[in-house]
């Protein structure tokens, strides 16, 4: 069965820190993925996903980047954060020709 | 545009019968979602509708109109684990299946 891992679970860094959040699955080859983050009083917000190694789309303008180094890992970050990157980061999966997305338990992160 | 309209709030009865809507924008429609998002937790997946009518599974149905762009999640036989968010997604993304995210139902079940 498929699973798919995140960490760290939470992290508090302060504003002009870097950020690295690792995602994983396992149990799936060539998976699409995708980054979420989720804010305060806010929906769901798509900020990159990934089709195949090396291939990135972004979705939104900010001061994060991703990278796909292997095929079933999925890397976010940031060379400085703001206190507007604090929030619920998911990252998740889905198999190719199929519609559900599954997500991982998440990092939520505080900047201070 | 994209936007997602569903209710911010709903309080139902351990045991009674609650109906989330959701109304979407029809340009570009590929597919309608739920998920369940308990808090401090990711969301789950509930239901995919393409077509029109009612899918049900278990005590959770779900019903979609692509004509009015108006979808729904009826839950029965409410439980108090049932307390939860509930998200409307639209994909909107072709072959890559991106999402649009409504803003989520917080629904609370009373005893």
């Known amino acids: 069965s498929q699973t798919i891992h995140q960490w760290p679970a939470t992290l508090v860094q302060p504003v002009g820190s870097p950020l690295s959040l690792e995602c994983t699955v396992e149990g799936t080859s060539n998976p699409n993925l995708y980054w979420y983050r989720q804010a305060a009083g806010r929906g769901l917000q798509l900020l990159f996903y990934?089709?195949?190694?090396?291939?990135i789309s972004s979705e939104v303008p900010q001061n994060l980047s991703a990278s796909r180094p292997q095929d079933r890992q999925f890397i976010l970050s940031s060379k400085k954060l703001l206190l507007s990157d604090s929030g619920f980061y998911l990252c998740a999966w889905r198999v190719p020709g199929t519609y559900e997305q599954y997500f991982g338990p998440g990092t939520r992160l505080t900047v201070t | 545009g994209q936007n997602i309209d569903q209710p911010t709030e709903m309080t139902a009865t351990e045991g009674a019968i609650v109906q989330i809507n959701c109304t979407y924008q029809?340009?570009?429609?590929?597919?309608l979602f739920w998920y369940q998002q308990h808090a401090g937790e990711a969301p789950t997946f509930l239901s995919y509708n393409v077509l029109d009518g009612l899918e049900e599974k278990g005590r959770f149905s779900s019903f979609l109109s692509r004509s009015k762009g108006y979808s729904y999640l009826l839950l029965k036989e409410l439980q108090m684990k049932d307390s939860a968010s509930y998200l409307c997604?639209?994909?909107?993304?072709?072959?890559?299946?991106?999402?649009?995210f409504g803003k989520g139902t917080k629904l609370s079940v009373k005893p």
């Open positions: 997604a639209r994909n909107y993304g072709g072959s890559q299946g991106n999402l649009i």
């Open positions: 990934s089709v195949g190694i090396g291939q």
């Open positions: 029809t340009s570009g429609f590929n597919g």
